[in-house]
């Protein structure tokens, strides 16, 4: 026979009823807050300006090569971003943690086996991210392959994340890479 059953409540409670008993519970000494002599304020979140670059060449490039391979994709292009995608879902991903362990799952949209997905985004500088560039990342049910081309002319990058299927296409790929990695003579200055 189970506790609760004997009792008439689960071990739930019993749990809250120990917790509440302990040094940590109901009884426990609250430390005393202290006003500040001044009121905090929180700092304003910076606003990024827009690059002043107009997007548009490269939109239509890589709109044109997308289209070849994947004619019912859709595209999306705003504020110096570009979306593209055809046949995806959200796939929950399990990443491997530094330590061996697993971090908890989460939800990426991905690909199916013969769809594609592309973001593209136009930043300032050089990249600056943590990862060598360019690079694949195996996600069990995708590729994902980020890339950064940095133009000296523009003093500015893309950042790709380009995700792919086992079954892409090598020619898709490779017409997709030549394009962006030559973005500078795509994209026009607002200035000149």
């Not at 019912?72 to 530094?98: C, M, S, W, Y």
């Not at 069990?140 to 380009?162: G, K, N, Q």
């Amino acid at each position: 026979m189970e506790l609760s059953n004997l009792f008439g409540f689960g071990l739930a409670t019993v749990g809250t009823l120990l917790f509440a008993m302990s040094p940590y519970g109901i009884n426990a000494t609250q430390p005393e807050t202290q006003t500040p002599s001044e009121p905090t304020t929180i700092p304003p979140v910076p606003v990024v300006k827009a690059l002043p670059l107009d997007i548009d060449g490269l939109y239509s490039q890589v709109r044109q090569i997308v289209r070849r391979h994947y004619p019912e994709a859709t595209f999306h292009q705003l504020n110096g971003k570009i979306h593209f995608e055809h046949d995806t879902r959200i796939f929950v991903i399990h990443e491997p943690l530094k330590t061996g362990e697993w971090q908890a799952p989460s939800e990426e949209r991905g690909p199916k086996i013969h769809g594609i997905l592309g973001d593209i985004e136009i930043r300032p500088g050089k990249y600056q991210g943590a990862a060598v560039v360019p690079q694949s990342f195996d996600k069990r049910y995708f590729t994902v392959y980020l890339m950064a081309p940095y133009s000296e002319r523009l003093d500015a990058h893309l950042y790709i994340h380009i995700k792919y299927p086992r079954g892409v296409s090598e020619g898709f790929l490779k017409q997709l890479t030549e394009v962006l990695n030559d973005f500078e003579k795509y994209v026009a200055s607002y200035a000149s």
